[in-house]
């Protein structure tokens, strides 16, 4: 059986069959087959008349493990090297990855590399010399639910925005109906070219997606500017929200601020007064308000715990920085001030070391600290909708929180037990009664003990329904 190199047909010919096999969402080889067969059954399709097709999207590719799959176009530039990480971020969240490397990327990275990080072919050239067909741009294109640009190069993006289709990368960027995500990076002044800046207008105006570029330092010695490429986490992020769409979630859309852990108030540089507050039960409802959707702002007071995944946390450690945090955090929909903040501090903070001296303790004076919870409570301006305070107390629990509740002016109160025999303060667990208004009448709702986890969870789900999008 004879068999047939496109890419020693004639140049016009192979223009054809690229055209035709694009419009037909096919591959060239798969076109010649169709042509032939037609052939053969006696329906010949004039060169001239290239048959209306459907632009509607192929059939969703499942890949072999029913996982999303992705066509990584690795551009030409410096960045390259960071393709290899975000191949591998890729996987990480069950993605498949294919990888098209330009001929310039091949200066940055190997197809080697690649293709065993991706555990797939590599593809290189728009014919390939392996099938004696081409290489599958449509194929490529189709074979995917998104495609990733990661470097997108300031060429490959003017390229784009034109619609050439001279290399395999760009071919396919022009073949395709699935949706584009561009990693942009390069050189600052090249960004800011008006050429650059027109082709990736044009290129959103066509509904390309594009992630960075970051600011930062440039492989050019001494060069700074935005033009870095988003690091590969952000990328990996960006193709999974387009990917899998986050649904829509209680508290999609509100800030949350959440104050936590204790304070520490300087005595002298060495010494401060503190509290045993271990912060467990604010950085559990700082976790739960983000694992709802919330965007959480987390201002903690010096403890033991790492950020809460996808949170900044900012740390603190006064009473005052803290409410400096807090109102640069403003405004938000929802406060929950859950941090044990000391309510005294010295009144002068020794500059030195305090000395022991023969004339006896040194005298510490106290003065009162702002109360952050009241202060926000009573703002005018800027006052979050939803105000919700924390009463632990050692003794005459709900009558001391209710007392509590008159006196700051928040909306709810969670009064808890933190008297040792609880083992509440830097414990797991807690008992929580939750205080609110119903006209003038404070109701007092008491829940089951759970651990610090749940009792996020349950006031989370509480707050939605109060304010989120569940409400
Ligand atoms: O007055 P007490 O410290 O018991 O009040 C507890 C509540 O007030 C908690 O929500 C705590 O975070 C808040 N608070 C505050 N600033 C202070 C003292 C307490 O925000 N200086």
């Known amino acids: 059986m004879a068999s047939l190199t496109i890419r020693k047909l004639d140049d016009e010919l192979k223009a054809y069959l690229r055209l035709r096999s694009a419009r037909n969402g096919r591959s060239v080889e798969e076109e010649v087959r169709v042509i032939l067969r037609d052939l053969a059954d006696g329906r010949v399709e004039p060169a001239e008349g290239i048959p ?64 065993a990080l991706s555990h797939e072919r590599v593809y290189t050239d728009l014919f390939d010399a392996e099938s004696e067909f081409d290489a599958g741009h449509i194929r490529l294109a189709r074979e995917c639910d998104l495609i990733v640009v990661a ?45 650059t800046r027109r082709n990736v207008l044009q290129l959103r105006r066509d509904d390309v997606h594009t992630v960075g570029p970051n600011a930062g330092e440039m492989a050019e010695a001494g060069e700074a500017g935005v033009g870095r490429m988003a690091e590969p986490t952000e990328i990996a992020a960006a193709a999974d929200r387009m990917l899998r769409p986050p649904k829509a979630q209680p508290l999609s859309g509100k800030r949350v601020l959440v104050t936590a852990g204790p304070t520490h108030e300087a005595i002298d540089p060495v010494r401060y007064i503190a509290n045993r507050s271990s912060g467990k039960q604010g950085f559990a409802i700082a976790a739960a308000a983000h694992a709802a959707g919330a965007d959480v702002v987390l201002v903690a007071g010096p403890v033991e715990l790492d950020d809460p995944s996808g949170i900044a946390v900012m740390r603190v450690e006064s009473a005052r920085d803290m409410l400096h945090r807090v109102e640069a955090a403003l405004p938000v929909d929802v406060a929950i001030f859950a941090a044990a903040v000391a309510d005294w501090r010295v009144a002068s903070e020794g500059s030195q070391k305090l000395k022991k001296t023969t004339a006896g303790m040194p005298p510490l004076q106290l ?23 924390f009463a632990a107390e050692t003794e005459h629990l709900i009558e001391n929180a209710k007392a509590k ?9 969670v009064a808890n037990d933190v008297s040792p025999a609880t083992g509440v303060m830097g414990g797991d667990r807690n008992t929580v009664h939750l205080l609110a208004r119903e006209g003038k009448e404070v109701t007092v709702d008491s829940w089951p003990v759970m651990t610090k986890e749940e009792v996020a969870a349950a006031l989370v789900s509480r707050i939605a329904r109060s304010v989120g999008t569940a409400s």
């Open 52 to 115: 209306a097709v459907s632009t509607a999207p192929a059939p969703r590719p499942a890949s072999s493990a029913g996982e999303p799959r992705i066509t990584l176009i690795i551009g030409g530039g410096i960045a390259a090297y960071k393709a290899l990480d975000l191949i591998r971020r890729l996987k990480e969240r069950h993605i498949e990855v294919r990888c098209v490397l330009t001929k310039a990327a091949q200066q940055f990275v190997t197809p080697l590399a690649a293709s």
């Open 151 to 195: 470097p997108a190069t300031a060429d490959l993006m003017a390229k784009m925005a034109q619609g050439h289709a001279d290399d395999l990368a760009s071919a396919i960027l022009l073949a395709a109906n699935r949706p584009i995500l561009l990693a942009p990076a390069m050189n600052p002044l090249m960004w800011n070219n008006p050429a």
């Open 367 to 389: 003065v009162e600290n702002p109360d952050i919870l009241a202060t926000i409570s009573k703002l005018k301006e800027k006052r979050p909708p939803l105000v919700i305070g």
């Open 405 to 413: 509740f008159a006196r700051k002016g928040c909306d709810w109160i």
